[in-house]
């Protein structure tokens, strides 16, 4: 039996933490639970998206870093070597892919262009589900 070694990796679907979500999803302020969950993606997604809809870009720029850094390390400890698919469909990845989303449009608002274009296209390397359900930086 011979391995396709033109199929490229098997996707990483990091472990599921329900704590933070079910936290969010219950109405806590994001704030406690990024500092109760300081490894959790979702939080600090949640925080870049509401400091960006409230016009605080430098600020959700800062919170979408810390939730793509958090999420790079538990990528790595899942078993991900810096590329290959990261599934939207399997939610505890999706606290990454909106951080990292969140990352590219907070750096697209500030004039980094080049990191906002290398966001976006990790993001459809990464998942293009997750590119099309984020919609475009």
Not at 19 to 24: F, Q, S, T
Not at 63 to 89: F, I, N, Q, S
């Amino acid at each position: 039996m011979h391995k396709d070694l033109l199929a490229g990796p098997p996707p990483t679907h990091l472990p599921d933490d329900p704590a933070p979500r079910e936290a969010l999803e219950g109405g806590a302020d994001p704030t406690e639970v990024a500092a109760a969950h300081p490894a959790s993606s979702l939080a600090w997604a949640e925080l870049a998206d509401r400091a960006y809809g409230a016009g605080r870009v430098v600020e959700s720029y800062a919170y979408a870093r810390t939730g793509y850094h958090r999420g790079l390390d538990a990528l790595r400890r899942a078993g991900w070597r810096g590329h290959g698919p990261v599934p939207w469909a399997h939610a505890p990845n999706r606290g990454f892919l909106r951080a990292l989303h969140a990352l590219g449009r907070a750096a697209g608002a500030i004039g980094e262009q080049e990191e906002a274009e290398r966001c976006a296209q990790f993001l459809r390397d990464s998942s293009e589900e997750a590119a099309q359900a984020l919609g475009d930086q």
